[in-house]
């Protein structure tokens, strides 16, 4: 499966080519993996993120597009000495380090979203940041492990859900599909065949990290 593929299968399961149709298949298809990364966020969606040469002064990293959910942050000093950076709430971070203009060794990040309702709507989600705290004391650099809805189009066609798991995303998208369409038997059909692929999956998976342990006891 690819972008192009997925595509022309949602045309053809759905039966459908009306121009409205078509339009909204880009943002059918976004939406199934969004579906899929909420019912099964282990199947694959962590990915790294590396970022040099964070100047000193600094105390926010910006985050990619894609982020849902930070899992670790690594940083490594300029004599290549690293440190896992210790989870914390906004107002720990804020109340350890009041004073964003001092600085010190990092040692907490915090997950930051700015959810601002602006009168104008242009920006309702705000900026997302992950705050480090103290302030950075010297230039360092960031491997960052976050959970992320992965970069799918034409000029990116292929990805982890295409090349394992080509079933689980097409009915996925298909639900997208009927629900945009307005097509409950069908829905009920995809939905039923989502959920079955997806306990094979999990069921595939749970063998494979049982066999894991035992290889690990026997040896």
């Known amino acids: 499966m690819d972008y192009t593929s997925l595509i022309s299968d949602m045309k053809t399961y759905m039966l459908r080519t009306d121009p409205p149709y078509l339009t909204k298949i880009p943002d059918l298809i976004q939406q199934g993996i969004i579906r899929v990364y909420n019912n099964a966020k282990d199947l694959g969606f962590e990915i790294t993120l590396n970022i040099n040469d964070v100047q000193a002064n600094q105390a926010t990293i910006d985050k990619p597009g894609n ?10 000093d300029a004599q290549n000495n690293s440190i896992f950076l210790l989870p914390r709430s906004i107002e720990f971070s804020r109340t350890y380090w009041p004073n964003i203009n001092l600085t010190a060794q990092p040692k907490y990040y915090s997950d930051v979203v700015a959810n601002l309702n602006n009168i104008h709507l242009d920006n309702t989600y705000g900026s997302s940041k992950w705050l480090i705290a103290p302030t950075s004391d010297q230039v360092y650099s960031f491997v960052i492990i976050y959970l992320g809805i992965p970069l799918f189009n034409a000029e990116n066609s292929t990805n982890f859900l295409t090349q394992r798991y ?53 040896n």
């Open 67 to 76: 982020w849902r959910e930070t899992i670790s942050i690594q940083m490594i």
């Open 166 to 218: 080509p079933d689980l995303l097409l009915y996925s998208c298909l639900i997208e599909a009927c629900l945009f369409l307005d097509n409950e038997e069908k829905r009920n059909k995809y939905e039923a065949m989502f959920s079955k692929e997806l306990e094979i999956i999990n069921n595939i998976n749970r063998s494979r990290s049982a066999d894991r342990t035992i290889i690990r006891e026997n």
